[in-house]
Every structure is written in structure tokens, then in C-alpha cells.
């Protein structure tokens, strides 16, 4: 009994040592990724609860800043939804991120078939119609806001000189034209996106598939509707998730092309929500609005991954 128990303490004393430093390997890899996890809690998961808070005080920027902001609670969104201006921003904002992501999918998945083919300069095309995309969106829309000018703008001297129209249009300045023109610009940034996870998706769909297809006398248009689309839908419909999820928050393209207006023709929820912090000083509603402008997104990604996991 006396030599089991001395044989069985060096291999105890040998399984607490292995514990221990499974242990330490294992607080290792946290500490690697700490610095990570400290910097989106600082700059993501600190700056939303924040916000949310916010939007349960009534925070005019004088109670603010003399630190005697007022709890009202759910008061506040009740206060915010009876306004008419935040159903005519989601209307427009609705218009102008359904509107966009139509381009993006029509428009990315034709250059997406075409650049899907071989042929010369096809990857020197590609990379120049993805310069749109990795644009800062600051210089794109300054240069569409040149484009687009109602003096000097490189449209109308382009469409006059055809004909097409004839006198200059202040496009920016139209309260029927400005939406129509920030869709334009948008949607000329995030279609190389669009096109590019499509190219993606179509290059993983089998050729034996259409080979078949072929075989059984179906056209390209035949093939298009009864093979490509089926396929890519799990690729358009990302596509057109993380369109909504970008363009339903877009504020730094509509502000420097129209700052909202005319009047309130571009005036999506983010604008709204700048003019209610910052114009009309009223923290509370503007960090209400953002918890808002939140959740719409949210809720479509939820339908969408309860949707593909019913699917799956």
C-alpha cells in the first residue's frame, strides 16, 4: 500500500503541473486578444450603450451641460414616433436604401456576368471599376456634387452638348431631382462591391451545370433565370443585406451633397438625427433617433439569418 501511494505522488504532482500550464497557455491566448477586445469596447460597445442611455433623458444642450438632464424614460420614443418628421425621414431613407440596393444588384450582377468571361483587359477593367468603391466616400461625393452642379457640372454640359436637355438643371437643388441624385451617387460606389461577391458566387456555380442545360436546348436568358439566379441567391441576398445594413446609415454622402434638403427631400434618419443634436441642440432626441436608426437594421438581420437557418 506504501509503494502505491509513493508511485502515485510524483504522477498527481506531474497532472497539477500539466493543469497549470494548460492554465497559462490558456490566459495567454485572452491576453493576446485583450488589447482587441479593450479597443471595440472603447470605440463600438461603450459609444452604443451610451447612446441608448442618452436616449432615455430629456437632454436639451443647457441640461446637459449643467449636468441636470432629466430621466423620462421611454417617454422619449413615444415623443419621437408621434413626430411626423421621423416617419417622413424613414420614408425617404426606405426610398433611397431600397432604390440603391436595386442598382447594386442589377447593375452589379451584369458586370458581373460580363467580367465572369475571359477576354483582354478584363482584370485591368475590374480593378478600375472597383476604384469607386475604395474612394473615400468624402471624395466621391464631392465629386458628384461637382458633377452634378447646376453651373458648372460636367452632367449638364454632357447632356446639353447632346441635346438631351435643353438648359442646365440644378439637380441638387430640385426637391423631385436631390433624392434621385444621392441614389446615383451611392449606388456608384457599392455597385463594384455588389459586382465583386457576385463574380464570386458565380465562379463556385459548377460549368457542367449549364453544359447540361445546354444539352437540354435551354437559351442563356433560359439559363440565366433556371440556373444563375437560383444559385446566387444566398450571395444576392448578403449582397442585399449588407447594402441595407451600409446604405440605411449612410449620413457623410447626403450631408456633403445636400446637407438634407431642399428643404427635407434628402433628409434620411441620420440627418434627422444630426439636426436633433447638433442644429436644434437636443441631445436626447438625437441619440433616440441613432437607437432607432439601430434597431430597423437589426431587425431585418435577424429575419434574414432565421430565414437561412429554416432554409439550412
Known amino acids: 500500500m506504501t509503494m502505491t501511494t509513493t508511485h502515485d505522488a510524483p504522477s498527481r504532482r506531474t497532472a497539477r503541473a500539466g493543469r497549470r500550464q494548460r492554465g497559462a497557455q490558456s490566459m495567454a491566448k485572452y491576453l493576446f486578444i485583450l488589447p482587441a477586445v479593450l479597443f471595440v469596447a472603447a470605440t463600438t460597445v461603450y459609444p452604443l450603450l451610451y447612446n441608448v442611455n442618452l436616449g432615455l433623458y430629456d437632454a436639451p444642450i443647457q441640461k446637459f451641460l449643467g449636468g441636470n438632464v432629466e430621466w423620462v424614460g421611454f417617454a422619449q420614443y413615444g415623443e419621437v414616433l408621434a413626430d411626423p418628421a421621423i416617419w417622413k425621414s424613414l420614408a425617404t431613407s426606405l426610398i433611397y436604401t431600397v432604390s440603391t440596393i436595386v442598382f447594386m444588384l442589377v447593375i452589379g450582377t451584369a458586370l458581373a456576368l460580363l467580367f465572369n468571361k475571359q477576354f483582354p483587359g478584363n482584370k485591368l477593367l475590374r ?169 430597423i437594421p437589426m431587425i431585418l438581420a435577424i429575419f434574414y439569418f432565421r430565414s437561412t437557418r429554416k432554409e439550412g
Open 127 to 295: 480593378a478600375l471599376l472597383f476604384l469607386p468603391y475604395v474612394l473615400p466616400s468624402v471624395v466621391a461625393a464631392n465629386v458628384w456634387r461637382w458633377m452634378l452642379d447646376g453651373t458648372s457640372g460636367l452632367v449638364n454640359h454632357v447632356l446639353t452638348t447632346l441635346r438631351i436637355i435643353p438648359e442646365p438643371v440644378f439637380w441638387l437643388g430640385s426637391p423631385q431631382l436631390a433624392l434621385p441624385a444621392v441614389i446615383l451617387a451611392t449606388s456608384w460606389t457599392m455597385v463594384p462591391f455588389a459586382m465583386l461577391l457576385i463574380i464570386a458566387g458565380l465562379q463556385n456555380i459548377p460549368r457542367t451545370t449549364y453544359e447540361a442545360a445546354e444539352l437540354d436546348g435551354a437559351g442563356s436568358w433560359t439559363s440565366f433565370w433556371r440556373i444563375t439566379v437560383p444559385l446566387l441567391r444566398p450571395v444576392l441576398s448578403v449582397v442585399a443585406l449588407l447594402g441595407f445594413i451600409y446604405t440605411f446609415k449612410t449620413f457623410d454622402t447626403i450631408f456633403i451633397m445636400t446637407r438634407g434638403g431642399p428643404g427635407d427631400a434628402t433628409t434620411v434618419m441620420p440627418i434627422l438625427a444630426y439636426n436633433e443634436a447638433f442644429v436644434n441642440f437636443d441631445l436626447g432626441t438625437g441619440a433616440s433617433v441613432n437607437t432607432l436608426l439601430l434597431v
